[in-house]
């Protein structure tokens, strides 16, 4: 198999918009509906899965590789990009074999025209046009990451990793393993590679994703499911990243609404307003008070269920939103995380004969968030009961 890039990263599109739509399976109309909606300098991102289960599969791949090759020509750039999907992945296996074995019965064969995948057409291409798709498939990444102020992923069934690690691979030039890479085009619960709960929380770095019908928004770790079933319902959820809008396109203007779609799309414009009422805090977040700034972590922090899982989500937006405060707020906002007596993250669950919560200064989360906040304290272990205050008071005078 061909060197490729697993993940690859794209700068912010100053010029345009960005837009994102769920698994196309095949569904001419609906891309040629969304194609329809860019302007000149915008951007189309599909979640993967494009081919199988639809009439037009071949017709779909023909159209995006055309429409690239055509602005490359030109002179400008390509406009639509997608991720692998497992439906690619089908693809590959029975190509690989058949090229590299064509005189051998093709062991895949039953697996990619199983009434559950429906990728006939595959099986009755010639074998140039099977090269040629071939190659268009082994070029895909399986996470596209757009940057900028308001950046996101593209993966086809969940994020495999972290932000954290996302970005030290970018920055290391490291790739994703196999296991990694087959997260990110299968996972599912209730398979042998169930969905990651662990890696990511409400204020990671939002993800677009796909492979499981109306999967709808997987709030504790930012992912938001935009496969509408295009193949069957006809329709498809189309996001504009940019202007934080979704909408469902059809094949039919006419065609009877889809109550199941629509209450996704509903919830899905939700999350895009509410994450709009949270760029607009973040601009202006210099002229809020520790409250405030706590308030509007907590707000993010109440879509996580578990208290751990609330806490790593309040660490996380904290780190996000640190390099926006000035020192002093910095400042302000400790002091106030330790003067409240029973904040979230003091909370910690204390193993005695009876299991209960109690709240101490001296919990990990507490000594994590001076250590955002103050930069340059190390070394926080928990010890004699006033230890985070005497360095949080050190730190202070230091400044």
Known sequence: MHPRKKFISLEKNTAGHDFTIGDIHGNLNILKRAIDQLSENDRLFFVGDLTDKGQHSQAVLDRILEHNKL????????????????????????????????????????????????????????????????????????????????????????????????????????QLNRTQRYHARWARNGTDMPLAENIRNAASIPAYCGHTIFGGIRYETNHLNLDSGAYKTKQALFVDHTEGQCYILKTNRNAKSNQEIEKICLRIQDELDFRQRRRVFCAEIRRKTPQEINEHILDLVTR????????????????????????????????????????????????????????????????????????????????????????????????
Request: glycine residues 4%; charged residues 30%.
């Open 71 to 174: 602005r490359v020509d030109n002179g400008r750039k390509p406009q639509l990009f997608a991720v692998r999907g497992n439906h690619e992945e089908l693809f590959l296996r029975y190509a690989d074999f058949r090229i590299e074995h064509p005189d051998k019965p093709n062991p895949h064969k039953a697996i990619l025209v199983h009434p559950k995948n429906r990728g006939e057409w595959a099986t009755q291409l010639n074998n140039d046009d099977l090269k040629k798709y071939r190659r268009y498939f082994r070029s895909l990444p399986d996470i596209i990451h757009v940057d900028g102020d308001d950046p996101f992923h593209v993966v086809h069934a969940d994020m495999p990793v972290s932000d954290r690690q996302l970005a030290r691979m970018f920055r290391d030039n490291l």
């Open 304 to 399: 996580a269920s578990s208290i751990e899982k609330q806490k790593e989500t309040y660490l996380t937006e904290l780190e996000n939103i640190s390099p926006l405060l000035s020192e002093d707020q910095k400042d302000e906002l400790l002091h106030f995380l330790v003067q409240q007596r029973e904040h979230l993250l003091k909370k910690e669950r204390h193993f005695g004969w009876l299991r209960f919560h109690r709240h101490s200064i001296q919990t990990r989360s507490m000594h994590i968030a001076a250590n955002i906040l103050c930069d340059g304290i190390q070394n926080y272990q928990p010890a004699k009961g006033a230890e985070l205050t005497r360095h949080i008071t050190e730190f202070s005078r230091r400044r």
